[in-house]
């Protein structure tokens, strides 16, 4: 499940952080959040996560 962490700070940054994406589904997944912050997008720390790709689900299929 795809949760989203929002730290507020004292000096008004925020850094939004996502939990339990894999790839860029983790960008894609903030972006409507970023535009209703208001603020632009500051500097991007990409998590390892963003490397990794969603596993593949294996099927086991019979063919004739």
Known sequence: MKK???TLHKDGTQKVEVLGAAGPECVEF???LEGRLGAPVGERELKSEYHE???EI???REYE
């Open 53 to 55: 790709t969603e596993p």
């Open 58 to 60: 294996e099927t086991d």
């Open 4 to 6: 989203i962490k929002i």
């Open 30 to 32: 903030t972006r409507e």
